[in-house]
């Protein structure tokens, strides 16, 4: 499928930077990438190109948030004109030729929280194709006095050994924005910074490395499917309207997993073709590796923690070499994972990489419950 990615605020647009850069070689599935932010030093560091970058809100009060004190609410007026502002943006590029859009946002903020719903709205109003949020939900250490406060928001640039001040608005932020979201995103992919901090690292320090995580997930489902550069083509097509059907049209709160596994490929890793890039692979090791991914995949970490079977509906790719990629094992991964989710809500399916170098599965559990959504609107509350 062909997505169309817009990074919204300084988080979105690094989100975005990473996803452009985990594209597939030989997996082309990027319409284009956009960046809009409010400030144009962040935008002048960003490595999209120039034209899809775009500093928005001069003149409206976005581009000086200081004045909402962090206020989400007093803000929400001025994301329409934004977005329209961004709308005209967005014609650079070929976004008609897109099966749909994904709009990053970091939540807990204030300027991406205003634009993201305005600028989403007014994509299903201009193109007949679905409009997805990708938001990351903010670390109890940038609002909680108690927590480690010597980082910065995992998303935001900051000076090395610079002290970052606390978000105290941050909690109310993420879930207003996130009920601004319901009705207008056909589905909402979440990614839980709290979560995937290690003992002992910063916020800052984790910025880059979940960022990564993030994007390896979204490519291995977005570029599922279809006939690769090199003519490879899928068994089992994984397409925009399966994902779709996956995720829902209502707004469903959606978390991915990943799993992966090194294997012997028998090319040349300089793709210099003096060796063989089809090695015969015994039956038995293929089925191994796949079932090593799916379980991880399924159990492992997601982007939001939570249970898989109080996912509604799921869908499961499984890539890597053509040699490893065994049907039976794959068809076997898909009721494993069928099993867990209950009912005939589960799509899977294949994702040839010739000219990888490892086995991976990719897991899309939609309209799932979730902890860490009932905690963050808890302190909201307890703040308000």
Known sequence: MQLEVIGVGGAGCRITEAIRAAEPATQSFLTDAFAFDTDEPDLQRAVIPESHRHQYGQGTGLDDTTGLEGNLERGFEMGPAAAEELLEVLDRGTPAAADAFLVTVGLGGVTGGITAPALISALQRRYDAPVYALATLPADREFDPDADASGSG?????????????????????????????????????????????????????????????????????????????????????????????????????????????VETG??????????????????????????????????????????????????????????????????????????????????????????????????????????????????????
């Open 267 to 384: 090319g040349s890793r300089f793709g210099l073709g003096l060796v063989s890039s089809e090695p015969d692979v015994e039956t038995t090791k293929a089925v191994s590796a796949i079932e090593t991914v799916v379980r991880k995949g399924i159990r492992g970490k997601l982007t939001l923690e939570c249970e898989p079977e109080s996912a509604e509906r799921a869908l499961l790719i499984v890539g890597g070499p053509p040699a490893w990629l065994d049907r039976q094992a794959i068809a076997e991964g898909r009721r494993t994972l069928q099993s867990i989710v209950g009912g005939n809500g589960v799509l899977g399916g294949d994702a040839p990489r010739p000219d990888g170098e490892s086995v991976f599965v990719a897991v899309v559990l939609a309209d799932v419950d979730a902890d860490r959504l009932a905690s963050l609107r808890a302190v909201a509350d307890r703040n308000a």
């Open 154 to 262: 995992s998303h935001v640039r900051t000076t090395p050994g610079a002290e970052q001040p606390s978000r105290p608005n941050a909690p109310s932020n993420a879930i207003r924005t996130l009920e601004r979201l319901d009705g207008l995103a056909n589905a909402i992919i979440l990614f839980d910074n709290d979560a995937w901090l290690r003992p002992g690292e910063t916020l800052a320090d984790a910025r880059d490395r979940c960022n990564r995580e993030l994007a390896t997930r979204i490519a291995s489902v977005f570029a599922g499917g279809g006939a690769g550069s090199d003519g490879t083509v899928t068994q089992n097509v994984v397409d925009a309207s399966d994902v779709n059907r996956i995720v829902g049209n209502e707004s469903a709160i959606v978390t991915l997993g990943y799993g992966e596994q090194d």
